[in-house]
């Protein structure tokens, strides 16, 4: 494991509900990633951070939002969730954004019903 | 349009024999190219790398292939072990810097 912690590791929700999903880093690296997983998609890029308070979106960023106010913690909201957004939340860290590769935490199971 | 395409879901192997898993791309601007491997209930974690500069790299018992007139490469595991059996992602990083991820292959090696 590279020093990647996120919490929860499950989560049930209603729909329509705030959700915020913490990603904390002890590696300090300045690139952070968040992707979902699921079945028949791989993974997906939803946000990612290329430094404190510098973020952008990926492939499915539509219903999410993220904030990185310090180097260690990137989170990942969902302002209003809906069943399409249950899935397994992963965030990635790594060194550089050139061809380093990303390590991953061990996801988060969120349920929407 | 997936542009990271693991058109096999699933592969079924015999201890001690050869595995190898393909994928296939679309976008002529990627250069840097991943495979991962996923265990049930944990993160992907990372295998082994391949620059377009190269056509294979090998790491142990894993070795990566690429041939970019193709726009296909493939990881290929010998001997593969029990252990082995996991979700394998293959992923690819363009210009743009973001990493593109396959659907994943889930590979059964059989004792």
């Known amino acids: 494991d590279a020093g990647i912690t996120q919490s929860p590791r499950h989560k049930v929700t209603e729909t329509g509900t705030p959700v915020t999903l913490r990603c904390h880093q002890t590696?300090?690296?300045?690139?952070m990633y968040w992707y979902r997983q699921d079945p028949g998609h791989g993974l997906r890029l939803i946000h990612y951070?290329?430094?404190?308070?510098?973020?952008d979106k990926g492939e499915v960023s539509d219903g999410y939002s993220v904030s990185r106010s310090k180097t260690e913690d990137f989170l990942l909201t969902l302002e209003s969730a809906t069943s399409s957004q249950t899935s397994v939340y992963f965030c990635?860290?790594?060194?550089?954004?050139?061809?380093?590769?990303?390590?991953f935490g061990n996801g988060t199971r969120l349920t929407v019903t | 349009d997936q542009q990271v395409k693991q058109n096999s879901p699933s592969l079924s192997v015999q201890e001690g024999r050869i595995s190898i898993l393909n994928c296939d791309y679309t976008?002529?601007?990627?250069?840097?190219f991943l495979w991962y491997k996923k265990y049930p209930a944990e993160g992907p974690t990372f295998l082994i790398s391949i620059s377009s500069i190269k056509d294979k790299n090998e790491d142990g018992r894993f070795t990566v292939f690429l041939n970019k007139s193709a726009k296909h490469l493939s990881l290929h595991i010998v001997p593969s072990q029990p252990g082995d059996s996991a979700v394998y992602f293959c992923a690819a990083k363009g210009n743009t810097g973001k990493l593109i991820f396959g659907q994943g292959t889930t590979l059964q090696v059989k004792p």
């Open positions: 976008n002529s601007m990627f250069d840097y």
């Open positions: 990635a860290i790594s060194e550089s954004g050139l061809n380093s590769p990303l390590h």
């Open positions: 590696e300090n690296h300045r690139y």
């Open positions: 951070s290329y430094g404190v308070k510098d973020t």
